[in-house]
């Protein structure tokens, strides 16, 4: 038998944001402030690693995507350095790491 995930995250008990068939997704951190959300992503990934931990033992994908919104015209570029720490746990339970850039506008809506 598959994957269950419905099954998964009621028996550990997370709440993920949306539960698929094979899968979940999970909203580990939502902030602004770069330096708070590696802050933030940090205690994250602490929190979740039993959920990590389980998934490498039944060897299932493990993935965090960290978007960023780039292109306003007071932002030429956006740099996220993660601690090596955090991204040790990480490597050590197999989890990718992917970056997805979000287009910003600088226009403002009018009414």
């Not at 994957?3 to 939502?30: I, M, S």
């Not at 929190?47 to 490498?56: C, F, K």
């Not at 955090?86 to 009414?111: C, H, N, R, W």
Request: charged share 25%; glycine share 6%; hydrophobic share 40%.
């Amino acid at each position: 038998m598959g994957f269950d995930a419905k099954a998964f995250v009621k028996r550990l008990g997370v709440y993920p944001d949306a539960v698929y068939e094979k899968g979940f997704n999970a909203c580990l951190v939502d902030h602004t402030n770069k330096d708070e959300f590696v802050q933030l992503f940090a205690e994250a990934v602490k929190h979740w690693s039993n959920v990590l931990e389980e998934l490498s033992k039944n060897s299932i994908e493990r993935q965090i995507d960290i978007g960023v919104t780039v292109g306003t015209k007071d932002q030429y570029t956006c740099s996220i350095a993660l601690p090596v720490e955090v991204m040790k746990v990480l490597t050590d339970q197999g989890v990718q790491i992917v970056f997805s850039a979000y287009p910003a506008s600088d226009e403002t809506e009018s009414s």
